[in-house]
């Protein structure tokens, strides 16, 4: 590549997989120097971005060790490893190219890491009491995940309800969040009353400097904004029905929310193009009827303006807005493992580093 100038090979080199990009880092101090400035690494994540991929844990009982796979429309699947965390962990919320897990046997212990550069940064402990004050389950109700890759910081968000033992909870709604550049954790209070089912805490999104949370009910969006500490919840588009076979999902479109409904025949998708006037635009309607026989158990999990993915019970699909054409990318071999959805998330692949 002697005869192109080093903003080319830069751009050859951005489009190329992490793994082989760590192998050119190797072949000369050149290359290695063109490789790791800052304006590479910030394009390498402008252009990885673009490329959503869905991220699936693949274990046969919530108790047993799980393997990860990452399924990329360019590039098919790839088999990822944890186990440079020397722990077990589950897979709590991603964002950007960075996982937040939390160790199975030890509550309250928190990592964040990328999967790829195989890098990863252990949480400070909370001066906060025990999680087993979170009502209901000894864990956070709500775990999130901001990596904001212009800024090169991410935060953890981790939030419950509170109660004293022997008691209700009372409404009381504890949010812990941490930010990297103090490498501490803050707090803060306030009141809230919403439930969140399995998928709603899942799906988890982060843009306009806020992360979102699709409430139980399907009736509207809770939104932490993390620059004031500050809770807000946006409304959905009017046309939006729960109920009555319909299931509502939040998900990500090109850095703007989008809600999509599934009924028995039908996918309609809305994504938010004014945030703070909260105007929501329809974009699609898809008929189901060629997979039918898949739609009560078809969950959507990411989205781009060209395709979104899905998982179902041992699937994972991939429909194109263009083609108007689906396609299987993956499926489980053992019958035995848990739901595919059930630990499901969007996933890009970056440079980011969490240290």
């Known amino acids: 590549m002697g005869f192109f100038p080093d903003e080319v090979v830069q751009l050859i080199l951005a489009r190329l997989p992490v793994k082989s990009l760590f192998r050119i880092k190797t072949v000369c101090k050149h ?4 490789a790791s400035d800052k304006y590479f690494v910030q394009l390498y994540n402008e252009i990885a971005v673009k490329n959503l991929m869905l991220l699936v844990e693949i274990s046969e009982s919530v108790e047993s060790q799980s393997s990860l796979i990452c399924v990329d429309n360019w590039r098919g699947v790839s088999e990822f490893s944890l186990d440079f965390l020397h722990n077990r962990v589950k897979v709590r919320a991603s964002c950007n190219g960075l996982l937040c897990c939390s160790s199975i046997a030890d509550k309250g212990v928190y990592y964040v890491c990328n999967p790829v550069t195989r890098e990863f940064k252990l949480l400070p402990k909370r001066s906060e009491r025990p999680l087993t004050r979170f009502y209901p389950d000894g864990e956070a109700t709500l775990v999130g995940l901001a990596c ?4 090169h910081k991410f935060n953890v968000v981790l939030a419950g309800y509170h109660r004293t033992f022997g008691h209700r909870p009372d409404g009381t709604f504890i949010c812990l969040i941490y930010d990297s550049d103090t490498n501490k954790w ?3 209070i306030s009141f809230q009353d919403d439930q969140f089912s399995h998928m709603n805490r899942n799906q988890v999104v982060f ?14 969006i809770l939104a932490l904004d993390l620059d004031c500490d500050v809770w807000r919840k946006i409304s959905l588009p009017d046309e939006v029905c729960y109920g009555s076979g319909n299931r509502i999902y ?3 479109s090109d850095g703007c929310l989008s809600v999509i409904q599934i009924s028995d025949v039908w996918m309609k998708t809305w994504v938010l193009k004014d945030y703070y006037s909260e105007e929501w635009h329809a974009t699609d309607r898809v008929s189901l009827r060629c997979i039918k026989v898949l739609v009560p158990s078809i969950f959507p999990i990411s989205q781009t303006s060209e395709c979104v993915f899905f998982a179902t019970h041992q699937q994972v699909l991939v429909y194109h807005w263009k083609s108007k054409l689906w396609k299987e990318m993956y499926s489980v071999k053992n019958s035995s493992t848990l739901p595919l959805w059930f630990s499901a998330h969007a996933f890009r692949s970056t440079i980011f580093s969490c240290n």
């Open 31 to 34: 290359w290695y120097r063109l």
């Open 148 to 151: 904001d890759l212009s800024a």
């Open 186 to 188: 803050r707090k803060f």
């Open 207 to 220: 843009v306009n400097g806020a992360l979102h949370w699709l409430t139980g009910s399907s009736s509207r």
């Open 250 to 252: 939040l998900l990500e």
